[in-house]
């Protein structure tokens, strides 16, 4: 794909909850995943997704970069999966780097190669969704080895970059003390990282994956309760890492 086209499924113009302050949020189309609690499974398809060129996405940022200023926001790239796009956004982030704004890539880590090396030195901040610690999880449910994502974290420390790391909450699937307790220990050693970020499992997305004709198993999963949620919290604070509920 040209670097001055990108493919996208949808824009959050003033989005809280994607890095620092309000963030034009970016969701990217295509994923090389298929996580089982995906809640955009209607953004995997690199097929789909609106054309957008670099500059007409730029000017429809500024539309909102008086927002984005006064909250010491900034841009963020999601999707699907934004290092399926490299160019694209890394052509994005400097022209926000040049402009002095905030530039935040959220990620699953499943892509490091020397396009998203690039990309990474005009990232100020990665937003790395670990999925479990589990590499039976994470081959059967997310659609990768644990290893490459572990390599992914490795690198961000390598290169000093300021990293948050988002985990979903999942009864019975992910909150499993042992395996949480695992990951905490491992997270501590990354000077690098600063805040854990638990998303409570939501189940409203299901109805996309009827739409997009992909089987959801997830049906008889609830949401976490509060109690489930802090036992998880408890156990990130007790490694000595910050954590937010989302
Ligand atoms: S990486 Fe994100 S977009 Fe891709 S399948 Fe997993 S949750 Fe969905």
Redesign the pocket.
Known sequence: MDSKVGKIHSIKPCALNNGPGARYTVFLEG?N???SF?N?PD??SAEKGKEYTLEALFEDMQNYESTLRLSNGGVTFS???PLLQPDFVLSFFMLCKKNNIHTALAT?GSILNDSVNVLLEWTDLVIL?IKGFNKSFYKES?GCDLDTILSFLDYTQQINKRLWVRYVVIPGITDNPEEVSALSKHLANFKNLERIELIPFQKNCEYKWHEADREYTLQEIPAPSERELLKVLEIFYHNHLRVFIL
């Open positions: 994923c995943l298929h996580c995906c955009t953004s995997w999707g699907g999966e699953s969704d997310v």
